[in-house]
């Protein structure tokens, strides 16, 4: 079946970046589905994805696997596709892993909103979380900052593909 | 996308149960589809289903509550679907809510499968789960026995629809 429910994001649950940025969306789906693009842009440098792996499925394995420039400092996730329109919207989450399968330490559900603005693409990224304390964590992690950087790597990353 | 990865259920994760029941996929497609038919014989016997709420799409609600005939004993269970084929496969999980909010509490994915086999129907059901304790857990929970007695009243109830 087609139709998906996405609920509107819930401020107290939901953290929620929203750039213009200046590319077609189908480059910047392509920057988001493609493991050797990934690697390029997807962590804020100086870290660095050391491997990344995309089943482009509902169900399907995106695998990041980050490290800092040590190297001592190492974040492997393993997350499930749920929703995929191409060029359009892409929703994973670590709740799952691959096959549908209960994960042991649920954080976020991801939403990439890619919409076209002139010649440029709306690029909306939504973090869902379960509850106002890990929204909260969240963003005194570093949310704004960590995937402002990304979303900023993202868009000088697709001016040179 | 509509090719959706289901992995082969892990003897060592996963619990499966499966029955040939005599009614065509389709009768039994409707009996899990619709709220006031899955009130009638979702929960094993003495204990009722006294609410159930299907949002029939990828994110949607599946909701259950159930209790004990005293009243004193009430399981309501919020689910969100992830995977639709009508009249051949339905597949949630508690791990998330709707609209794909993670949930606190993850135990089980579940899938539903119907496969025709002359005009009966083979019917499986299978649990997912996180890790080898928590299959063990729900295999000695009662797994076989409450699933199979609700798949004996699911065959049961169909006869009268």
Redesign the interface.
């Known amino acids: ?1 087609s ?5 509107k994001p819930d401020p107290k ?1 939901d953290l929620v970046l929203e750039r213009v940025i200046d590319a077609p969306r189908e480059l910047l789906w392509t920057a988001w589905t493609t493991p050797e693009h990934v690697r390029q842009w997807f962590t804020p440098k100086p870290w660095i994805v050391t491997d990344c792996e995309i ?6 394995l995106f695998r990041t696997r980050m490290q800092s420039p040590d190297g001592k400092e190492v974040n492997d996730r393993h997350c499930c596709y ?5 060029n359009e919207r892409l ?1 994973w ?12 330490d ?4 991801a939403v990439i909103s890619l919409q076209p603005e002139g010649k440029a693409t709306r690029y909306t990224a939504t973090a ?4 106002e304390a890990t929204r909260k964590n969240h963003e005194e992690m570093g949310f704004f900052d960590g995937w402002g950087t990304v979303a900023d790597q993202l868009a000088e990353y697709v001016k040179g593909i």
């Open positions: 079946m139709s998906t429910l996405l609920l649950l089943d482009l499925r509902p169900g399907g749920l929703d995929i329109v191409p929703v989450t670590d709740a799952l892993l691959p096959g549908y399968r209960p994960s042991g649920p954080f976020i559900t869902i979380h379960r509850d």
